[in-house]
């Protein structure tokens, strides 16, 4: 997925607003977004039988499923949402312990259920000890699943939470921030064995959205997907990164005054980055890194990857050399998309 395909999934969505910040999300998701999930799990069965699944339902009915989970306030309800959007049968706030037999119910569609996405989070957790538990039963069962974690920075959080002036699920009598840190201890072996990470801190509802289009749309599951974000150092490395390469090795165009108002997808810029010593070789030599470490990744099942791409403040080099390198990728068959997180920040 180009960022114009990220741009044009982005407009498909008019029930938000173009100036809304980062997806927040509280026990109500804002007072908007769970009600309409929760309403939805309703009719679509989260009144589920404990009944097993009968004998004889063959292998190839079992859906597939995704387990949707994270902080409170990083848009687990909006990457529901962008799933029941694309076709899933999405129930929210499931206990745990009943993920089994709603894959079990699904198999029993006869088809008609092939996709699943589960929301567990904080609000089900006196279940939440069972989650390890139902995800050996689904192992053992030979279940597709993945795990998505939605996370977020803790000042992104608290901002989200006092602008919609609700409390964290775990805060007790305490501070927003004790809720935030009791939640990501809870959470923090889950968010070991995910597959896939997304930091929602500086993304609002229409990025968050084309991500998760990019990891979950299309008829075929590619072998390995990847998103190749751009930053800037001075911001902060993206939390969600699995492999950070620094560009700040190669000369700025921010002191070449007759570039300096462009970024790194105009092609002045862009030659200019690649005409200096040690860029094209670093292109060609990460990549064929990469493709050292695809082969490893999916031998070990691993079917997305994050790489960031920094310079000084996310606008020149970064920019350049990560559409190069997506482009690099593309051609070699990896299903790409391109995030770049600060451009236009300054």
Known sequence: MTERDAQHTARRDPAVSDTQGPPEETNNEAGRDQPQEAEAGQENGAEVSTDATPAGVPEAAIPELVIISGMSGAGRSTAAKCLEDLGWFVVDNLPPALIPTMVELGARSQGNVARIAVVVDVRGRRFFDNLRESLADLDSRGVTRRIVFLESSDDALVRRFESVRRPHPLQGDGRIVDGIAAERELLRELRGDADLVIDTSSLNVHELRAKMDAQFAGEEEPELRATVMSFGFKYGLPVDADLVADMRFLPNPHWVPELRPYTGLNEEVSAYVFNQPGAKEFLDR????????????????????????????????????????????????????????DMGRE
Do not use: D, N, P
């Open 286 to 341: 990460y990549a064929e890194l990469l493709r050292l470490i695809a082969t490893g990744y999916r031998r070990e099942g691993k079917r997305y990857v994050t790489i960031a791409i920094g310079c000084t403040g996310g606008k020149h080099r970064s920019v350049a050399v990560s559409e190069k390198l997506a482009a690099r990728l593309a051609a070699e068959g990896v299903e790409t998309v391109v995030v770049h997180r």
